[in-house]
Every structure is written in C-alpha cells, then in structure tokens.
C-alpha cells in the first residue's frame, strides 16, 4: 500500500506562513507519504534564483526556482529531517501580483516530469492560465502517471480544461492517479464529467473501505466568494486498477492542524 496527499497550500498567502509550512512539513513527517501533491505553490517573482536544488526534476522553459519557493522550503525541511523527496514544480501564472503560482509533485522515489497547457490562455498575467503538472512514477513498483493539477472553476474554463487534460491522458498506457484542487464540488456537474469520462476514473474518497470527512472548503475563500457552503473541491480519482484502503480528510484541525484556506486529502491505496 501506498500513502498519498493533495493540499491546496495557499503557501505565503497564509498568516504566519512559515509555521504552516513547518505544520506540514511535520504532518509529512509523520504519515511518512510516498507522494504529496500541491496546489497554490509559490515565489515572489522579484526574489534570487536558487543556486542548490537537491533531488529537483526541471521542466523546459518554467521559471527558474527561486530562493523562496514555497516547495523548495518544504523539502529542504524534510531532508534536515532524514526525508529526501524528489519534486517537481510547474507553473501557472502571476498570483496576487507578487507570486510565480505553480503545482508540485514530491515522490520518495524518482519520477520523469511534464507539464500540460490545458487552459485556453498561455498568459502568466491571466490568473485562468492552468498547467497541470504530470509525472511517470513507480507506486509499489508498478508504473503509474500521477497529476498535479489545479483547474479553473465550473463555467469558467474548467470544462475545456477538464477535455484537454482528458484527451491527453487518453494516450497514456499507465493506471493514472489525478489529485489536486478540481474547482468541482463532489456531485456537481463537473465532477460527475471526471467519473463519467472514458479515463475509468473512481473518486477514492466515495470508494475507500473507510473514509472520513466530507468537505475540504468552508464558506468564501478566494474564488468562492459569496459561498456559503462546506464544499469539497480537492479530490483524488483513480483508475480502477487502485483500490482504495482509507481516505480522509487532513489538516481540518484533526489529525492535523488547519494550514490553508483549505483542508487537504489523503488517501492509502493498493494495486487490485
């Protein structure tokens, strides 16, 4: 079995940043994952450039990683901690003016990485411009493609998105695990596109032996504003290939302390 995160970090747009990151860093530690994978991952654009990246998997014509990249933190933590993780980061666009935001995957194990343009837009200005981060990995030494991905919402480019990102993985051979912030509610049209896609995709948490928790945001974060709803909008699909031992919810003040302006998924999974 293997043990596996998403998390919307919201990185240095929390309060007291550094204490959320070192909270993760610790939940990490703890559960011991064999892959995490991050939304909202970022650097100040005006930051050095980095001059050491242990374990870090380029992808062509990305930003470089600055000193303060968000990930670069987070691993160079776990390493001090006798956890060596390769990582990967790829990037969407300009975040609150000062940011490079991006998405990450970390593996114990080595992986090859992409990126895939899935938004209409190639404009870093434009917060809609999406990449969703894809890396070839073993889990349990089987192959397996596992995403990275934060879509744009329902109505506003996640269709399109969702379609490209359907249709590329169409070409894979390789079971896939997609995990990140979807933008799709559980039982939402969107959401009911993913499962009804020709991916043969399940929702892990809907077909784990035992889950826990059933909401990942809470009323009017950014991008919902005006909800006034417990949502789950961060999800991992699976194909049917993997089963699914246990799936909850984390960092919702349980098993581990809030983090973000959302609450992250883990799940332990099997080969059938």
Excluded at 92 to 110: A, C, M, R
Aim: glycine share 6%.
């Amino acid at each position: 079995m293997a043990k596996c995160l998403t998390l919307n970090a919201h990185s240095w747009l929390e309060d007291i940043p550094l204490k959320r990151l070192f909270d993760i860093a610790e939940h990490i530690l703890e559960m011991d994952y064999d892959i995490v994978c991050l939304q909202e991952i970022n650097q100040l654009r005006t930051s050095p450039v980095a001059k050491e990246l242990q374990n870090y998997i380029p992808i062509a014509e990305t930003p470089p990683i600055h000193e303060d990249n968000y990930a670069l933190y987070l691993v160079n933590y776990l390493r001090n901690h006798g956890r060596n993780y390769y990582w990967s980061w790829a990037y969407n666009h300009i975040g609150y003016q000062d940011f490079h935001e991006g998405v990450v995957i970390l593996s114990k194990t080595p992986f090859e990485a992409q990126d895939i343009l899935v938004s209409d837009f190639d404009d870093e200005t434009n917060f809609h411009t999406r990449r969703v981060l894809v890396a070839q990995m073993e889990l349990d030494g089987v192959p397996v493609t596992v995403t990275s991905l934060h879509l744009s919402w329902e109505g506003r480019g996640f269709e399109p998105e969702w379609q490209r990102l359907e249709h590329y993985l169409q070409g894979f051979s390789t079971p896939l695990l997609l995990m990140g912030d979807f933008n799709a509610p559980t039982h939402s049209d969107g959401y009911r596109l993913i499962l009804e896609s020709s991916l043969g995709l399940h929702d892990c948490h809907e077909t784990a032996v035992h889950s826990q928790g059933d909401h990942t945001i809470v009323a009017d974060i950014d991008g919902w504003e005006g909800n006034e709803d417990a949502l789950k909008v961060d999800h991992i699909f699976a194909s049917k290939e993997l089963e699914v031992k246990m799936s909850f919810v984390s960092f919702d003040g349980g098993n581990a302390p809030v983090v973000s302006d959302h609450y992250g998924i883990a799940v332990e999974v099997g080969w059938v």
